[in-house]
């Protein structure tokens, strides 16, 4: 099993920016951002491997950027607007090296950490 602890979320106006980390407690090469607003179905938002080879999903694209480092992956955000508020949670697929935006693949999830922006 594989654990994952995500930090770095918080509050912040329109326009701001903020960083997430997931640390995982041994190294996979697939890795995934996704978000969660209460009521409405888990997004995966950013994707990436060890290539590295990221994917974005159209409701991020050109404001967040997935990177990884080691066992820590990052989700940096920025231009962060009020629909961005959810709860964000970090994955980890042990069983594929590609990158897949099909939750069902990853096996390993995070707490998650809330994000809030305010207009």
């Known amino acids: 099993q594989v654990q994952l602890v995500e930090s770095g979320g918080g509050s912040v106006q329109a326009g701001g920016s903020l960083k997430l980390s997931c640390t995982e407690s041994?190294?996979?090469?697939?890795m995934a951002w996704f978000r969660q607003v209460p009521g409405k179905e888990r997004e995966g938002i950013a994707f990436?491997?060890?290539?590295?080879f990221t994917v974005y999903g159209d409701s991020v694209k050109g404001r967040f950027t997935i990177s990884r480092a080691g066992t820590t992956v990052y989700l940096q955000m920025d231009n962060l607007r009020p629909e961005d508020t959810a709860h964000y949670y970090c994955?980890?697929?042990?069983?594929?090296?590609?990158?897949?935006?099909?939750?069902?693949?990853?096996?390993?999830w995070g707490q998650g950490t809330q994000v809030t922006v305010s207009s």
């Open positions: 994955a980890a697929s042990s069983r594929i090296a590609v990158v897949s935006t099909d939750e069902r693949w990853y096996d390993h």
């Open positions: 041994r190294y996979t090469k697939t």
């Open positions: 990436i491997n060890d290539h590295p």
